[in-house]
């Protein structure tokens, strides 16, 4: 993806917008406009990701109930792509997964941006990942939009996005 290709950083708010430009473009995950990768769906999880532990580090900019069931959801879609979810200070873990979540006005809507970034234990970044997904209304906070559904797209491209860049990079 080139970064004429990302959304308008201006809709991420400063946190995100600090994140992206100093992680580049390099390592890039594709999103679509849904916030699910083409590869979401019922994916299985390949050979090399079957034993790959990865301790999550949760938003810390969302509020506590998104961050919650998204954590939920997440662990969810981890052990059904055959990843091992930990806790963030889990020193067992290969790799640690640390994420950004913001919920700006849209339009006629709310968009759900994510931005994940996959570092070794010793916080060498290997690969980032981000997506958006899009909620219907526009409420005067953001966050009562991201729903369910909103964070399970999340979830999903998350780990569509990872299983792919495992399948490639883990062993």
Request: proline share 6%; with cysteine; charged share 10%.
């Amino acid at each position: 993806m080139t970064c004429k290709a990302m959304f308008p950083l201006a809709l991420a708010g400063p946190i995100l917008a600090g994140g992206l430009l100093l992680a580049g473009c390099a390592h890039q995950a594709p999103a679509t406009t849904d916030g699910v990768s083409a590869s979401t769906g019922a994916a299985t999880a390949a050979p090399a990701t079957n034993a790959v532990r990865i301790a999550l580090i949760p938003p810390a900019d969302a509020p506590v109930a998104v961050t919650q069931s998204l954590q939920q959801m997440l662990a969810a879609t981890a052990s059904a792509n055959g990843v091992t979810l930990l806790g963030a200070n889990d020193s067992s873990a290969a790799y640690r997964l640390k994420g950004y979540l913001s919920a700006v006005p849209d339009g006629g809507g709310t968009l759900a941006v994510y931005v994940w970034d996959v570092t070794t234990p010793d916080g060498r970044r290997v690969y980032r990942i981000s997506g958006r997904a899009k909620a219907n209304g526009r409420p005067d906070d953001p966050w009562t939009a991201v729903d369910s559904g909103i964070l399970m797209q999340v979830a999903q491209g998350t780990f569509a996005a990872l299983q792919g860049w495992l399948a490639q990079n883990a062993g």
